[in-house]
């Protein structure tokens, strides 16, 4: 590991304009139903209260590979639909990512004239350089896919023409 990646502190910040509306977007984010559409096509389960449960369970190729059936889990601190979520996040792939700990996501959701809605997620990783690598797209051990502008880019895909990008 380099010493960059030992030292990181940051927040990141990723914004998408969606045409539907934030009631679509926030189904779209916290729906099983939902999320196995697009992006990695994992199922989700929450619990929308301060304190409930966040899990994001593995794909087959996940399993496959190796991934723990809870891939991701967490706890929401914080859930006001269909404007603002606030989860804490833990990967689950490797012992490295189980060791920096959670971080902090938040879902801010804005409806704009004209039926769109601005998505935005603030993903806190402090302190937490893998997870900051891999949600970047720029991941140092090739296992993190396309980060946070991937999984936003094809949710937008899938809510405005019913398709994702790959498909």
Do not use: C
């Not at 296992?143 to 949710?155: C, K, N, P, T, Y």
Request: charged share 20%; no cysteine.
């Amino acid at each position: 590991m380099t010493e960059t990646l030992q030292t990181a502190t940051t927040t990141k910040v990723f914004r998408v304009f969606i045409r539907a509306s934030a009631e679509k977007v926030w189904e779209a984010i916290t729906s099983p139903e939902w999320t196995q559409k697009y992006a990695y096509q994992t199922r989700v389960e929450y619990d929308l209260r301060p304190g409930g449960v966040y899990r994001n369970y593995a794909n087959e190729g996940m399993l496959a590979f190796g991934t723990p059936e809870v891939a991701i889990d967490g706890e929401v601190l914080e859930a006001d639909p269909p404007h603002r979520l606030v989860q804490t996040w833990l990967f689950h792939f490797m012992p490295e990512q189980e060791a920096e700990g959670f971080t902090t996501i938040t879902w801010d959701i804005h409806e704009e004239e004209g039926g769109v809605t601005r998505l935005t997620v603030t993903h806190d990783v402090t302190d937490a350089p893998l997870m900051s690598a891999m949600i970047s797209s720029d991941d140092p051990i090739g296992q993190g896919g396309g980060g946070w502008a991937w999984v936003l880019s094809d949710l937008k895909s899938l809510l405005e023409t019913g398709s994702i990008m790959a498909g």
